[in-house]
């Protein structure tokens, strides 16, 4: 690893420009053995697809100053060690990030301004009217005028189709613009050194993909499991002095604040042997302004997925701890899309383990602030109520148990259960606990079902740093029933030798009411 020169000290939040960043003074994560190990392999066509907010523009800037030469900017990184000639090749990048493609013709701005200053650049005659052919042009006469092929790197290749979903005239004139766009990488296949395209997925119904057989996708790679983001061990080697400053600001130990960052913005995972990885976004965020916030989902639903989740009946229980197949979550029909892929491609899922005898992987929700993302901005999709969703409710609820008040945290829960739509189903015992747990669980608290113990399996157990919370559901009987049944079976006998106060609740729910109808609540365990 190489050392980090003392001015690099700032978080460069939100910069895409690989330029911008190295000649200021913020800290870059040198992700440039990826670009090594890229340019020296046999593939020609790249695609990636991340979530937002996770680096992939950056990383394709980094590969558009490295294929321009401009090795002063490498300078200290993995690659200017390395033994590349530093020739300089002509690079075409086309970000479609840049619109959101409401309406048609958009597209044809964005590549009107982009086409317009290649062919000024490289005295591109623009004999052609559609923009495939334009697009041809400025690729054959750039490797003609330059005598190097060319690189062509896009950013957000289905942005214009995310926009437009459920837009069906808008859609497919986009898809049938971008698929002609993009053949171009087959048919000008002699004149390209390297195409490396970004996006949210591969989509299956997009034919730039069924054209380029070669296409080398490395989203699910174990060897660029890393390529975006940010690992553990590059945590601690680049960012020291942030993590001190934060744990100093929350007047926790140096270690604390370690695991304050893990519980929260750690837990991704792209591939069967990737490490875990932190979101970039939420942990410069929280390095930089000293500070455990949300910052991630303050950054907005995406477009895809608010749109799919208003059409498709999901349930949202039966998605966490599902196991999936690689091509489950690959390729994606967006006329058609599948929710739990949805949820893996935009973040809210990721990879928690892979299973090598069946081959698949295990799916969880990543870390703590996209447990509260799912509640602030995914459950309003599925739980509708009578008077809106109340969001004093749920703070509510979160304090009551992270301050070891139950009481305060079941009467917001109550609260929240009487405004529930008649709508939503907990007409049976199994519906009201899927309920219970969802809304414990997204909203950003530790809970689990169904916890098996020697003398049974507890409904569902809240877990803080201060805090055990066993709790027993009854469907149609008694508080005091609920309560009985954990005294009676000791479900709290794992947990009495450790250091947190273990609180047990016994809550009823009615049918006819179709709300918790009490609580019981003991403390102490002798």
């Not at 002509?90 to 958009?106: C, F, S």
């Not at 195409?195 to 119904?205: A, H, I, M, N, Q």
């Not at 002095?241 to 370690?258: C, F, H, N, P, V």
């Amino acid at each position: 690893m190489n050392t980090i020169p003392k001015k690099m000290s700032g978080y460069a939040i939100g910069q895409q420009d690989f330029s911008v960043l190295r000649e200021g003074s913020a800290i870059y994560v040198d992700k440039t053995e990826y670009v090594y190990k890229i340019v020296n392999s046999d593939s020609k066509y790249y695609f990636l697809a991340r979530p937002r907010r996770f680096g992939k523009s950056l990383f394709l800037s980094t590969l558009r100053y490295f294929f321009e030469g401009r090795r002063e900017l490498f300078k200290g990184l993995y690659i200017d060690s390395t033994d590349w000639n530093w020739e300089a090749y002509p690079v075409l990048r086309l970000d479609l990030n840049t619109d959101r493609y409401a309406e048609q013709g958009k597209l044809g701005g964005v590549l009107d301004n982009l086409f317009g200053r290649w062919e000024r650049e490289y005295g591109v005659e623009v004999i052609a009217e559609s923009y495939s052919q334009r697009f041809q042009n400025i690729i054959e006469t750039a490797h003609e005028k330059t005598g190097r092929k060319v690189v062509i790197l896009v950013d957000e290749y289905d942005k214009p189709l995310v926009g437009n979903l459920n837009k069906k005239d808008n859609f497919e004139h986009y898809r049938a613009g971008l698929a002609s766009l993009y053949s171009n990488f087959k048919s000008s296949a002699e004149h390209i050194r390297l195409v490396f395209l970004t996006g949210v997925s591969r989509f299956s119904k997009l034919s730039v993909f069924s054209d380029l057989n070669n296409l080398n996708d490395i989203t699910f790679d174990n060897t660029y499991a890393d390529i975006c983001g940010i690992t553990e061990e590059e945590l601690k080697e680049y960012f020291h002095d942030g993590i001190s400053r934060l744990a100093q600001q929350m007047s926790i130990t140096y270690e604390k604040g370690l695991k304050e960052l893990k519980r929260n913005y750690d837990g991704y995972r792209f591939a069967a042997n990737g490490s875990d990885i932190y979101n970039p976004w939420s942990l410069l965020s929280a390095l930089s302004k000293s500070n455990i916030g949300n910052y991630w989902n303050a950054t907005g639903l995406p477009t895809l997925l608010a749109e799919s989740l208003k059409n498709v009946n999901a349930d949202l229980e039966s998605m966490f701890n599902r196991n999936v197949r690689e091509d489950d979550l690959k390729g994606l029909d967006l006329l058609n899309p599948d929710p739990v892929a949805l949820l893996y491609q935009t973040g809210y899922l990721t990879i928690k383990k892979f299973k090598p005898r069946i081959r698949k992987y295990q799916l969880g929700i990543p870390n703590n602030e996209v447990k509260e993302g799912f509640y602030r901005v995914l459950l309003p999709y599925y739980v509708e109520t009578r008077t809106g969703t109340s969001n004093m409710a749920v703070d509510e609820i979160i304090d009551g148990f992270m301050e070891g008040d139950p009481e305060k945290a079941m009467r917001a829960m109550q609260t929240f259960f009487a405004g529930i739509d008649y709508k939503m189903k907990l007409d049976n015992e199994n519906n009201f606990h899927n309920a219970f747990f969802l809304l414990t669980h997204i909203i950003g608290l530790d809970a689990k079902t169904e916890v098996h113990t020697s003398d049974g399996s507890i409904d569902i157990t809240i877990d803080t740093d201060e805090y055990l919370y066993i709790i027993e559901l009854k469907y149609d009987h008694s508080a005091e029933e609920a309560l009985l049944q954990i005294e009676e079976k000791k479900y709290f006998r794992p947990w009495q030798t450790g250091d947190r106060e273990i609180i047990l609740i016994g809550v009823a729910f009615s049918s006819r009411t179709r709300c918790i109808e009490g609580w019981k609540i003991k403390q102490e365990i002798s």
